[in-house]
């Protein structure tokens, strides 16, 4: 009953911003203390503010630096790259090392996509508040952290003070109950709700996932999940920490280890929303309705379960959406109508901070396994721990069997920064995050899908349903 | 940065949705220096075909609307990537103020930061503002104080975060403002040292923290 709820009733988004507020001003906005900063190729900008104003960064040791959305993947030379972007990789080290930042750089055993190494290395932890100058900073969310992406202002405000001023945002929680079917993913329960809210759907939210479907996801499925919190507008997305997230931190590189750790873990595992809190928006979904599902257009929220077919925008009543789709079809060069699974691909993408941690390598090599791809792709691994972690698995015989490049971590074709791209016109099946035009190169057409369901159209040659390859033995 | 109160300018519709960071700056032109300036990169691939000749028809190449400073769009306007470069485009360009029913969360807070203004319409004054552009008027007055824009024969009412309506209007940069509070910053690291002994990093043994070569 709404008379009863105790005041101090608390969401796991406002336990964490609570505890770093430094000081509040009247207007509402908290100068918030960041306990982790993690920086990429891009933060020159920022290190030129600082420059500018003489300054230094304030703490150096909660600070580090990772080269990843400019790196070569076919080598680790930096004298084989063009010139650009040897300049990129190299202002982050001179940056970094002029103001004694620990960086991963590309020859480091730990190096790979900042989202994907900050968890690995035990940099990410429960009820920290962790900022980077990219927006899919919402990953480490997973842990219960507040984490979200910064611009280049911020990015210089966050070396020059450690802070960062912020108001609260409106609370939203989505909750997914019930079994998700067989093959179905992390990455289909973010599609689908992104399909149901919009692209700019949690805009102006804090998003938390909670629900017995979320209870069972792993680490790297909670990752997924909080990763896509932005392609629906939302400014972070949390999962609060449990015994699954307790055991992928223990002995963690950068973690609290021994005495220090069990001490943290009673902590964290305080980290919850209270059963009276109250959200600005709550979401519910059934895991067993959703299917796997794929983009046709050109934001994440055009995206539909495999067994449908392209929409008609003349059967759409909001003209304004109807529009949009004419465009995203104009792009994507799509009919109206056609069959989803008839859409044939000429090249296939599996890596991103979305989905390039072992388990995904994993579901795709299930399905690759003694079966050769109909397209040329590449298989770009988060990191190199889960490269090595990979290897020793034998996955990247299975890639490579199948007719795939087995590539170095970075960001790679997600963005297109490092020279892998798509080429205009071609369509490539991609794990990655944005369908957006030119994302992977200028005029490239990107459909968003799990692994299992990327590795589905490259052997098929076109989009498919992975569940028909659930039952032929797929065991990897 | 330079105080916003009103804006009276020429006004570009660019009746799209959507359209995100990777389209205001496509990544490949994001290795430049901000001194070397970005303003010519601004919505390239809307702007110009593959041979980097001007597209006639987008709204922006438009002569009569050279020297815009204020943009009119749809919905979500810099969704996706956190890059400011986006910013940068738009500011370089020329471009003060953007009117949109809804923007990207980091988008907007790096505008502000750069002195733009992310000016929140409704979803119908938004489609009349821009009928009205597309009919003929080449300007719009933006007023920050009053929260008003005036185009068209239209007055319309528009939203912005209370801050960052301060922020703009005083021209305030944040970082001089948060060195005020050197103290509290120092005092929260004395008491948080305490509550949770476990925010330092520990480095493994073999991994070095503050020291590192390159070539
Ligand atoms: S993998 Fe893609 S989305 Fe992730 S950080 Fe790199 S460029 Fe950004």
Redesign the interface.
């Known amino acids: 009953m709404v008379a009863q709820i105790a005041p101090q009733a608390k969401a796991l988004f406002d336990k964490v911003f609570d505890r770093h507020v430094v000081t509040q001003r009247q207007d509402g906005e908290c100068l918030l203390w960041i306990d982790r900063h993690l920086l990429h190729e891009g933060s020159f900008h920022a290190f030129d503010k600082l420059k500018a104003r003489e300054a230094s960064v304030y703490r150096p040791d909660l600070t580090f630096g990772i080269e990843d959305h400019y790196v070569p993947t076919r080598s680790r030379d930096l004298s084989s790259v063009e010139p650009a972007i040897q300049r990129m990789i190299r202002q982050l080290r001179d940056n970094t090392s002029q103001h004694r930042v620990r960086l991963f750089d590309m020859g480091d055993p730990g190096q790979g996509i900042v989202h994907v190494v900050g968890p690995e290395q035990g940099l990410t932890l429960p009820g920290f508040t962790i900022v980077c100058g990219d927006s899919h900073t919402a990953t480490h969310g997973a842990f219960g952290a507040l984490a979200f992406g910064i611009g280049a202002s911020e990015v210089a405000h966050v070396l020059m003070t450690q802070t960062l001023w912020q108001r609260k945002p409106k609370r939203m929680r989505v909750t997914v109950d019930g079994r998700l079917a067989p093959g179905v993913s992390a990455k289909d329960i973010a599609l689908s709700m992104i399909a149901r809210i919009g692209a700019d759907g949690a805009a102006g939210h804090a998003i938390e996932y909670a629900g017995s479907a979320i209870r069972s996801l792993s680490m790297e499925g909670r990752m997924t999940l909080c990763n896509l919190s932005i392609e629906a507008g939302g400014r972070c997305g949390m999962v609060a920490p449990d015994e699954t997230t307790i055991d992928y931190l223990r002995d963690r590189i950068y973690a609290p280890k021994g005495e220090l750790f069990e001490r943290a873990v009673q902590d964290w595992l305080t980290l919850s929303s209270d059963a009276d809190a109250l959200f600005d928006r709550e979401v519910h979904m059934d895991a067993g309705d959703i299917a796997p599902v794929v983009t046709w257009g050109i934001t994440p929220e055009d995206a539909s379960p495999i067994t449908d077919c392209v929409p008609d925008p003349d059967a759409v009543a909001d003209e304004a959406r109807a529009a949009q789709i004419r465009e995203a079809l104009d792009y994507m060069g799509l009919r109206p109508g056609q069959a989803l699974t008839e859409i044939r691909i000429d090249r296939v993408f599996i890596g991103s901070c979305t989905n390039s941690r072992i388990e995904d390598l994993r579901a795709a090599a299930a399905i690759f396994a003694g079966r050769r791809s109909k397209v040329p792709g590449l298989v770009s691994p988060g990191s190199a721990v889960v490269k090595r972690q990979a290897e020793q698995e034998g996955l990247d015989a299975i890639f490579r069997q199948a007719g795939l490049e087995w590539v170095e971590a970075g960001c790679s074709m997600c963005v297109g920064m490092n020279g892998d791209l798509v080429p205009p016109g071609e369509r490539c099946a991609s794990t990655t995050n944005r369908n957006f035009r030119g994302r992977q190169g200028p005029g490239s057409r990107t459909h968003l899908m799990s692994p299992a369901m990327a590795a589905a159209a490259a052997v098929s040659g076109h989009l498919a349903d992975m569940r028909l390859f659930l039952d032929h033995g797929t065991s990897a | 940065m330079k105080p916003f109160k009103t804006l009276d300018a020429i006004a570009c519709p660019l009746p799209?949705?959507?359209i995100?960071t990777?389209?205001l700056i496509?990544?490949?032109f994001?290795?430049r220096?901000?001194a070397e300036g970005y303003g010519d990169y601004l919505l390239y691939?809307l702007r110009f075909d593959?041979s980097g000749a001007r597209i006639s028809d987008c709204p922006l190449n438009d002569p009569a609307r050279a020297g815009a400073r204020i943009l009119v769009t749809?919905?979500?306007f810099g969704?996706?990537?956190?890059?400011?470069?986006a910013?940068y485009a738009l500011a370089d360009y020329g471009i003060a103020c953007v009117i949109a029913p809804?923007?990207?969360?980091?988008f907007a807070?790096?505008a502000v930061?750069?002195g733009v203004l992310p000016a929140r319409v409704s979803?119908a004054d938004c489609e009349a503002l821009l009928a009205g552009l597309e009919d003929g008027a080449l300007t719009a007055l933006v007023d920050l104080e009053r929260q008003e824009i005036r185009a068209a024969n239209l007055v319309i009412r528009f939203d912005v975060?209370?801050?960052w309506r301060?922020k703009l209007i005083n021209g305030w940069d944040?970082?001089d403002?948060?060195?005020s509070?050197a103290q509290?910053?120092e005092r929260?690291?004395e008491e948080?040292r305490i509550?949770?002994?476990?925010?330092?990093?520990?480095?493994?043994p073999g991994?070095?923290?503050?020291?590192?070569?390159?070539d």
């Open positions: 799209l949705s959507n995100d990777d389209q496509p990544a490949r994001m290795k220096s901000r691939d593959e749809r919905r979500n969704s996706g990537s956190s890059r400011e470069a910013v809804s923007f990207g969360d980091i807070s790096n930061n750069n979803e975060d209370p801050v301060t944040d970082i403002l948060t060195r509070h509290a910053i929260f690291q948080d509550a949770r002994p476990w925010l330092e990093p520990v480095a493994a991994f070095t923290t503050l020291t590192q070569k390159h």
